[in-house]
Structures are given as structure tokens and as C-alpha cells.
């Protein structure tokens, strides 16, 4: 592995909820999010939209489109980490099925505005992984109540 050049080495970075030297900071490979991929979604679909942004001459329009995008996508994604996190074999059963792999594909891709549109085979895979999620109950109802 090459080394980081000093002066890039030397800046900070936010990691794990503090301020470390770049050259310093290391994510486990045991780390939920470098095991499961954790905002690659969201990652690919800011992209898309950044540079649909940037051709349009339009980039007020990125953060717009972005919330409008995200809004029904991060309450999909809360429910099947929820469903992964507490069944995690089952989940990935349902998760493995071609039928969701191709209903995530045409969210990234953009075919598809959000997971309530699916039809057919899709809709049934996402409506498995939901129907894990509410077996698995709502992980952040004590924190809410706490907050109260």
C-alpha cells in the first residue's frame, strides 16, 4: 500500500464520533457499514442527481430532488436494516430472491420512484421484508419514549 503524503496525512477527519489525523484513522473490516454496504444507495442516487444537477444548469434543484428522492427510500431502508439486524437469516432468504435484487436495481437506476410504486413480483419481495421489519418491532420506540 502507498503512503499518504504528509500534508494530506497531517488534515483531520471526522471518524466515530471524533477528530483524528487522516493517517490515523481505520475502519474495522468488521464494520456494519464496510460489511453491508451502508448508504451506497444513497451514494449512487445522490450522484445521479448531482450530475443530472450540474447538466441541467439547475443545482438548487439537486437538494430538492434529493429530499423528494430519499424521503420514502430512508423509510425503506430503516425497515429492512431493522428486519437484517433481528432476523438476520430470513432476511437474507428474501434478500437473495432475483425478484428483489431487480426491484432495488430499478430504484437505483431510477425507474422506479419509490418501493411503494413496485408491482408484481417486486412488490411481494418488498412487502416480505417489510412484513420481517414489523416482526422485528421498533428498535427506536424506548429512545422516543425516552426523549418525551
Given at each position: 500500500m502507498s503512503a499518504v503524503p504528509d500534508t494530506l496525512a497531517d488534515n483531520l477527519c471526522?471518524?466515530?464520533?471524533e477528530f483524528v489525523a487522516m493517517r490515523d484513522a481505520h475502519v474495522s473490516v468488521l464494520d456494519r457499514g464496510f460489511l453491508f454496504g451502508d448508504g451506497?444507495?444513497?451514494a449512487f442516487?445522490?450522484?445521479r442527481l448531482a450530475?443530472?444537477?450540474?447538466?441541467a444548469g439547475d443545482l438548487e434543484a439537486y437538494d430538492r430532488e434529493l429530499?423528494?428522492?430519499l424521503s420514502s427510500q430512508l423509510?425503506?431502508?430503516w425497515g429492512a436494516k431493522v428486519a437484517l439486524d433481528r432476523f438476520p437469516r430470513l432476511t437474507y432468504v428474501v434478500v437473495r430472491t432475483p425478484y428483489l435484487w431487480k426491484a432495488v436495481e430499478s430504484l437505483i437506476g431510477g425507474e422506479v420512484p419509490s418501493p411503494s410504486a413496485m408491482r408484481g413480483l417486486r412488490r411481494v419481495s418488498m412487502r416480505m421484508v417489510e412484513a420481517i421489519a414489523?416482526?422485528?418491532g421498533n428498535p427506536g420506540k424506548p429512545y422516543k419514549a425516552a426523549e418525551t
Open positions: 471526522y471518524l466515530n464520533g451506497i444507495y444513497e442516487l445522490s450522484a450530475a443530472e444537477a450540474v447538466v429530499r423528494r428522492a423509510a425503506a431502508a414489523r416482526a422485528a
